[in-house]
């Protein structure tokens, strides 16, 4: 037995899937509670139990017709339209049997971001803290978590209503746009390449900022082929990290492919750090590469490696010709990481620190459209007027009809 037309009921899965000890899903729309009735019965097949009161969780069985399909604590959330949650057991099985009924009631299933959009609506939210609980379950370090918190509980939300209010004006926005960007640090993570001469140890840098022997290193020059990307967190920021292979003239026709490949992720890199072998004289063609890639990268660090060889130390040419900036590491021996990790986060993220709580921007509609007003603020007073209220409805968005 359906809910009949034009009785639109939602439903998903809030759980990811795989084992686990529980499984969520959630059922919204006018006819949420009927469609709970249909499937739900108090412990010992008696009725649901009675007027729902929302927050309240009832035990019970989820029943298709005479079948026991699990059993469940389910529970009538606040808000408007309707919503209902049950909390099963995990595991696909269960959840596909529950979907299986539940669609039999006439509920549509929606993957989490067209719920969330209606979910945000029945609570209230703007576009922008929606945008929020959307990206909280790819937060990849506690600073991320605690800015898309910031953001979720309303604080660039009230910063573009203190806007509208005239509170605050061109100026913030302008600072809050000109500042870089904590927001996109930290959940849009910067690439950074591992780049320079065959066996110079990039690989094992790789690694050992990793913490893992993710990939093959060899004494013989060329052993790295395929780019290989992994995500790391450097203090609490997280950052793409990528190890290549090693840049040099050669006619071997894989290793070509290879540094194509190198080259290729240098052009979409946010910043390179090219190894040097600190114990090895420091060759022209080597420089002539760094060069250029510090012509083309907006950020490169010079990393002396194998400073335990012998006479590595004892090189300054390499230090000379490189500057200040040259960090001296091993990778095998494990030393200079520290300072190369703090080197890393400067690179990448803003001069100041992240204030705990400050409106950020975190997705690039937000910035456009702040980028938007700002431009817009600049043309005549009657202009202005117009487009101000496109982009505020713009930027918090408006409840789905
Ligand atoms: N002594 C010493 N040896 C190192 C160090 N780092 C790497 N090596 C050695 O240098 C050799 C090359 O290391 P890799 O990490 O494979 O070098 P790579 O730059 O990735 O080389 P390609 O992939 O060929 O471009 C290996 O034998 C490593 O064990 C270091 O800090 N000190
Ligand atoms: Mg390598």
């Known amino acids: 037995m359906g809910m009949g037309p034009g009785k639109p009921v939602v439903g998903v899965v809030l759980t990811p899937p795989g084992e686990g000890g529980i499984g969520v899903l959630q059922v919204v729309g006018t006819d949420a509670v009927k469609v709970l009735e249909l499937v739900f019965r108090g412990k010992s097949d008696g009725p649901p139990g009675g007027p729902w009161t929302p927050g309240e ?33 995990g595991g696909q099985e269960t959840i596909r049997r529950i979907l299986r009924c539940l669609e039999a009631q006439g509920v549509k299933l929606v993957k989490p971001p067209e719920w969330l959009s ?35 509980e309303g604080a660039l939300s009230g910063f573009v209503r203190d806007l509208a209010g005239g509170r605050v004006g061109k100026a913030e926005v302008e600072a809050l746009l000109r500042r870089p ?26 690694n050992r900022l990793l913490k893992e022997d993710r990939v093959i290193t060899a004494e013989s020059p060329g052993t790295t082929r395929d780019a290989i990307a992994e995500e790391v967190l450097v203090r609490g920021v997280p950052v793409v990290l990528v190890d290549t292979a090693g840049l040099r003239e050669t006619e071997h026709p894989v290793e070509k492919l290879a540094i194509e490949v190198s080259v290729r992720e240098l052009a979409q890199a946010d910043l390179v750090l090219f190894v040097f072998d600190a114990s090895l004289p420091l060759d022209e063609a080597v420089l002539g590469n760094y060069r250029s890639v510090c012509g083309r990268v907006p950020q490169v660090i010079p990393v002396l490696n194998k400073m335990d060889l012998a006479g590595a130390a004892a090189r300054s040419e390499g230090k000379a010709l490189l500057g200040q900036r040259v960090v001296e590491v ?10 190369l990790a703090e080197r890393v986060r400067a690179a990448i993220t803003p001069p100041h620190e992240y204030e705990p709580g400050a409106p950020a921007i975190f997705t690039d509609r937000q910035a456009s459209s702040l980028e938007r007003y700002r431009v817009a603020s600049g043309l005549p007073a009657a202009d202005f007027e117009r487009l101000r209220g496109e982009i505020f409805a713009e930027l918090l968005g408006r409840c789905p009809d």
């Open 57 to 89: 969780l009832r035990l019970g069985r989820l029943m298709d017709g005479k079948d026991v399909l699990d059993e469940a604590m389910v529970c009538v959330l606040p808000g408007d339209p309707p919503a209902v949650e049950i909390q099963c057991h």
């Open 118 to 152: 209606l979910s945000a609506c029945r609570m209230g939210l703007d576009r922008i803290q929606c945008e929020a609980a959307e990206a909280i379950p790819w937060a990849r370090s506690e600073l991320a978590l605690s800015l898309l918190l910031a953001q979720h």
């Open 181 to 206: 960007r904590w927001g996109e640090v930290l959940c849009c993570p910067r690439r950074a390449v591992l780049a320079g001469p065959p066996n110079a140890g990039k690989s094992s840098l790789f």
């Open 330 to 339: 091993s990778a095998l021996a494990g030393t200079g990481l520290d300072a």
